[in-house]
C-alpha cells in the first residue's frame, strides 16, 4: 500500500517544489532477469509516492547518522534539484542522487538513469511505452 501524500508537511530547510513538465507521467521500466516492467509515476509534486522538495537553506548540513535528523526528516519526501540536463532526486539524509536525463533510444522518448559519482553513466533506461520497456530490458 502506497503511503499517504501529504504536500503541507513541512520540513526544516527544505520547500515544497514542482518537478519539470517533461520529466512528469508514467514511465516504464525492465530489467533483463524480469517479465514484467515497474513504473515510476512522476507527478506535479511526487515521485513515486514520495513528495517532492528542495534544499532551501544552503547551510543546513544533513548527517545520515544524526537520530535526531533521521526523524525530523522521517517519511515519505524526496528532494530534488534540476542542473547540467538532468533532474536530481534522492532522500534527505541520502548521500547520493539518482539523475535522471531526458534522451532518445531507437527513435523513443526515455529517461535515462544514473546513481554513484558518475552521472554519465546508464544504469537503467525508463520508456513512457511499456512495451518499449520490456523489449529493450536486456540493453542495460
Same mark, same amino acid.
Given at each position: 500500500?502506497?503511503?499517504? &501524500?501529504?504536500?503541507?508537511? *513541512?520540513?526544516?530547510?527544505? *520547500?515544497?517544489?514542482?518537478?519539470?513538465?517533461?520529466?512528469?507521467? &508514467?514511465?516504464?521500466?525492465?530489467?533483463?532477469?524480469?517479465?514484467?516492467?515497474?513504473?515510476?509515476?512522476?507527478?506535479?509534486?511526487?515521485?513515486?509516492? =514520495?513528495?517532492?522538495?528542495?534544499?532551501?537553506?544552503?547551510?543546513?548540513?544533513?548527517?545520515?547518522?544524526?537520530?535526531?535528523?533521521?526523524?525530523?526528516?522521517?517519511?515519505?519526501?524526496?528532494?530534488?534539484?534540476?542542473?547540467?540536463?538532468?533532474? *536530481?532526486?534522492?532522500?534527505?539524509?541520502?548521500?547520493?542522487?539518482?539523475?535522471?536525463?531526458?534522451?532518445?533510444?531507437?527513435?523513443?522518448?526515455?529517461?535515462?538513469?544514473? =546513481?554513484?559519482?558518475?552521472?554519465?553513466?546508464?544504469?537503467?533506461?525508463?520508456?513512457?511505452?511499456?512495451?518499449?520497456?520490456?523489449?529493450?530490458?536486456?540493453?542495460?
Amino acid at each position: 500500500m502506497a503511503p499517504k &501524500i501529504d504536500l503541507r508537511k *513541512k520540513y526544516k530547510g527544505f *520547500k515544497l517544489t514542482t518537478v519539470p513538465s517533461q520529466y512528469r507521467g &508514467i514511465w516504464y521500466r525492465a530489467d533483463p532477469y524480469s517479465k514484467k516492467a515497474t513504473k515510476l509515476v512522476i507527478t506535479t509534486h511526487t515521485f513515486n509516492d =514520495y513528495v517532492t522538495y528542495r534544499k532551501t537553506d544552503p547551510n543546513l548540513k544533513l548527517d545520515h547518522n544524526s537520530e535526531k535528523q533521521n526523524k525530523e526528516y522521517a517519511g515519505n519526501a524526496v528532494m530534488i534539484s534540476t542542473d547540467n540536463g538532468g533532474l *536530481k532526486e534522492r532522500n534527505f539524509l541520502d548521500t547520493v542522487d539518482m539523475v535522471y536525463k531526458l534522451g532518445q533510444f531507437k527513435g523513443n522518448d526515455c529517461l535515462f538513469m544514473s =546513481y554513484g559519482t558518475n552521472p554519465n553513466a546508464v544504469n537503467g533506461v525508463a520508456f513512457k511505452d511499456k512495451n518499449v520497456a520490456l523489449k529493450y530490458r536486456k540493453y542495460f
